[in-house]
């Protein structure tokens, strides 16, 4: 009898353990991004670079999108220094031709597998505006990851042209996604929830006001902007596919007095990857 019951016990524990093995196998894969405007080289980089970095090594995303990065004779590129300082592998995207001493532009940071990448310049062409996209794989599962900088002026004209660039930026993904999920994150200097916004919330959720509705913090850094506080650094989650776990505001603290990581606050999510079918 108790040869019985030993034995019946060990099945028990035999079917338990492989349950767990399943779940575990269909539990969905998470990742996490930064999206951040680094405020290129003003108010003091090497400073702001040390806190920027601090901040990073704590939160250790897997990818970083940033915005307003530069490189001249006298600067290397940000992206790519901060991508080793971090361990990290750096695709920037620039209008300005690689043979140009001064670049200035956007990027992408991953610590995952690059599987593809590819960038586009956006209409109005002499609005120095783009569009990039890195293929991922997240511990076997594929992401894609889509970087911009919309246009900056908060006016009529300034709203007519952030929409063809929108434009532009949805055709782009269309032209090369694969299929996997996908998430669009960047400045879009437009506060969040404005209906020129509405060609991207019809297929993505804004992973911060999906969390927290209603809430006003904004990434726009108070004491650069006293009077213009706007959340307008943003990151679109692909509806179906991924499902926002967390999102919160981050390299919003002083270092020295005075001096903050950037005239922007980040923007830090963390999201599943559902499989599509």
């Not at 990818?63 to 592998?89: F, H, T």
């Not at 437009?190 to 509705?213: I, K």
């Not at 967390?246 to 005239?263: N, Q």
């Amino acid at each position: 009898m108790r040869g019985l019951l030993a034995r019946i016990l060990v099945l028990a524990a035999a079917l338990a353990l492989g349950g767990c093995a399943r779940v575990a196998r269909e539990a969905p894969a998470t990742a996490s991004l930064l999206t951040f405007n680094l405020y290129h080289d003003k108010a003091d980089w090497p400073t702001r670079r040390a806190l920027i970095v601090d901040g990073i090594a704590t939160l250790r995303p897997d990818v970083v999108v940033l915005q307003e990065v530069l490189q001249d004779d006298a600067l290397r590129n940000q992206a790519e220094d901060l991508a080793a300082a971090l361990g990290y592998e750096a695709t920037f995207i620039s209008i300005d031709p690689p043979s140009r001493a001064r670049r200035y532009g956007n990027a992408i940071l991953t610590r995952q597998p690059v599987l593809a990448r590819d960038w586009r310049a956006l209409r109005p062409l002499d609005d120095s505006r783009t569009v990039g996209m890195v293929r991922i794989d997240v511990r076997g599962a594929p992401l894609e990851v889509y970087a911009t900088h919309l246009h900056h002026e908060d006016t009529p004209e300034g709203a007519r042209k952030r929409a063809e660039q929108l434009a532009d930026l949805l055709d782009f993904v269309e032209r090369t996604t694969s299929g996997a999920p996908r998430v669009i994150a960047g400045d879009f200097n437009v506060a969040a929830g404005r209906p020129e916004l509405s060609a991207l919330t019809r297929g993505h959720d804004e992973a911060f006001s999906r969390l927290h509705s209603g809430d006003p913090r904004p990434t726009l850094n108070p004491h650069y902007f006293p009077t213009n506080a706007r959340r307008i650094d943003q990151v679109f989650l692909q509806r179906g596919a991924l499902a926002p776990i967390e999102a919160r505001i981050v390299l919003d603290r002083e270092g020295a007095p005075g001096v903050w990581p950037s005239d922007h606050f980040g923007v830090f999510v963390r999201f599943a990857i559902r499989a599509l079918r």
